[in-house]
């Protein structure tokens, strides 16, 4: 009976030896045996990872005076990493009421992977990390991470991705100017604006790594490069009262859209910009506009009397006339077979160009045009960068047109009427660039919204450049006393700005329809810089369609004029009289 005892106590001794000895080598194999230990690897990176785009952090974007204009916020994508979920009850009851959901959604969604899994031939074909929203709002992501770190609720396997949402803090301030910002599965991309022009410095690099399925929060590996920051030209006070004088001008005159500019006529800064309708950048897919491009670089018109400025000058430089050149108006002039009339039908008899201003008289600016011959003047309309763009960094600037002899479309006519800004188009910017020659001694800049880029250490300031030179100093001097002169004068007196002496002009331009203009409608404008002596500022006012007056000293000079008022206290510019005992003294 004792041996029997034995025998069967000295096989379970064997046996548990043996099975010892074949512990003990399984774990020498795993340890030894690189391909054993590689495939362990493989196997747990299968389970716990997944690989993963990263996306940096947009860059922000500030006024001149590092005023925030664009931020970021986040919002979530919310999944569940099932290996990891402890209690799938109270992680599917907490989903589904902050998710808004019924459990039973959850819950069948969870049992499908489940299946999925049973039924998966490898490790590799299952299903370890479920999508359950994309996005979610920071509000219900905080919320899962309060719960989470209270240990209120064991939300093991609850996995929040952030997900980069661009903010606009001021709202539609200077949304044509910024642009919006899009999710798509390549990351946020940036239309239009500066959010356009510049996407891929602001967008930063975006990493491929792998994304490792620990619980809650993702961080990843390796770190993106954030994108970089951008300071605009712009001043927000002054972007300020552009909208609010345009949004006045629209109460006031019943325009169906319009368009301000202040640009700064010595560098090319874009100190405001904006124009009617706008939208918010922050709901963009609620009220962006059948057409979001910016008009202020994209829209196209025919400028009409503003146009005289360009026109003057040219005549002034090659010599064609002086300011006191007399000139016959007799109401009417025939050009290629087209005959032209004043704006008023009448004749103004003998005048000089300063009457030819004042007055805004086409027949005289068309017989000028054929005085200088097609070639001469269209030199300079060239020079003055008509028909091309300005080289603006901002998204979806357009060329404008210009018609010149040699083109199957140019009529011998097209002299006469381009004269006085009729069959030309260009766009606000464009214009603005071309009269700021005359406003900046002959020396036309490029026009610019960025200040400065910085990219974490490195820095870069933009410099002005010199766009063309199309006119020489002392013809641009003579043309700003002359425009001077013709508004104190009365053509343009509703834009005059007591202490201050204004040069401008007054436009009211037909609108092209089929089969030629309109009779009824009119875009009216004025552009005008200051002070005259020392033009810090060059301002654009342009209303489409106004409803109270179709003329532009009735409309677009008073909006100048409420502008400039302001704008001279926001720039901290002394009246003339104050400037000139300063720089006596």
């Known amino acids: 009976m004792i041996e029997t ?34 495939e362990m690897r493989r196997l747990s ?98 919320q899962i991470k309060a719960l989470r ?47 356009g022009f510049y996407n891929e410095y602001l967008a930063g690099r975006a990493v491929q790594g792998t994304q490792r399925d620990v619980p809650l929060e993702v961080e990843p590996d390796p770190i993106p490069d954030q994108g970089a920051d951008l300071y605009l030209t712009l001043d927000r006070d002054i972007q300020y009262l552009v909208e609010v004088s345009l949004a006045d001008a629209i109460n006031t005159y019943g325009p169906s859209g319009g368009t301000i500019i202040v640009m700064d006529p010595k560098t090319g800064a874009i100190l405001g910009m904006s124009s009617w309708p706008t939208f918010d950048p922050n709901n963009y897919g609620q009220n962006l506009p059948s057409d979001p491009a910016n008009p202020a670089v994209s829209g196209q018109y025919e400028p009409g009397s503003t146009f005289k400025i ?9 010599r064609t006339v002086t300011p006191e050149t007399p000139f016959l108006d007799s109401g009417v002039a025939e050009v290629g077979g087209v005959f032209i009339r004043n704006w008023d039908g009448g004749a103004w008899g003998p005048v000089d160009m300063n009457g030819c201003l004042q007055h805004s008289l086409n027949v005289c600016l068309a017989s000028i045009a054929t005085w200088m011959g097609p070639t001469t003047f269209y030199n300079y309309l060239t020079a003055f960068g008509i028909g091309h763009p300005t080289s603006v960094d901002l998204s979806a600037e357009t060329a404008g047109l210009l018609k010149r002899p040699g083109d199957p479309d ?105 089969g030629g203009y309109d009779p009824t409608q009119a875009i009216a404008s004025f552009i005008g810089w200051g002070p005259v002596d020392d033009p810090q500022f060059i301002v654009l006012v342009k209303l489409d369609r106004p409803a109270t007056s179709i003329w532009g000293s009735e409309t677009a000079a008073p909006v100048f004029a409420s502008l400039v008022k302001r704008l001279v206290v926001l720039m901290e510019i002394p009246p003339d009289a104050v400037r000139a005992t300063l720089t006596s003294q």
Request: proline share 5%; net charge negative.
């Open 45 to 142: 990176d299968a389970i716990t990872q997944r690989p993963r785009t990263f996306q940096p952090e947009r860059g922000r974007i500030y006024d001149r005076s590092g005023e925030m204009l664009a931020t970021n916020t986040v919002q979530y994508e919310l999944g569940l990493s099932l290996s990891f979920i402890v209690n799938e009850d109270e992680v599917v009851e907490t989903l589904a009421d902050l998710l808004d959901q019924p459990e039973s959604e959850l819950r069948q969604r969870l049992h499908d992977a489940e299946v999925h899994n049973a039924q998966a031939q490898s490790e590799q074909e299952k299903i370890r990390y479920l999508l359950l929203a994309r996005p979610v709002s920071g509000e219900i992501g905080n």
């Open 5 to 38: 005892v034995f025998v069967r106590l000295r096989f379970v001794l064997m046996g548990l030896a043996i099975l010892a000895g074949l512990v003990v080598f399984q774990l020498v194999r795993i340890d030894f045996t690189s391909r054993t230990v590689e």
């Open 149 to 195: 770190e209270s240990g209120q609720k064991r939300l093991s396997g609850v996995d929040l991705t952030p997900i980069p949402l661009r903010f606009y803090p001021s709202g539609a301030l200077a949304a044509q100017i910024l642009g919006f910002v899009a999710d798509s599965y390549e990351g946020q991309v940036g239309y239009f604006g500066v959010e």
């Open 410 to 514: 140019w009529y011998d006519s097209d002299l006469g009427t381009n004269a006085f800004g009729q069959g030309v188009a260009v766009t606000p910017l464009q214009l603005i660039t071309a009269v700021s020659a005359v406003a900046n001694d002959g020396e036309m800049m490029v026009p610019h919204m960025l200040y400065r880029l910085q990219d974490g250490l490195a820095v870069h300031t933009t410099e002005p450049q010199v766009l063309g030179r199309p006119i020489k100093p002392e013809t641009a001097r003579t043309l700003s006393a002359m425009l001077a002169r013709s508004l104190e004068a009365g053509e343009g007196d509703q834009a005059l700005v007591p202490g201050y002496r204004i040069a401008g002009k007054t436009g009211t331009a037909q609108i092209p329809v089929p």
């Open 310 to 318: 360009l026109t003057m000058a040219a005549a002034l430089d090659s």
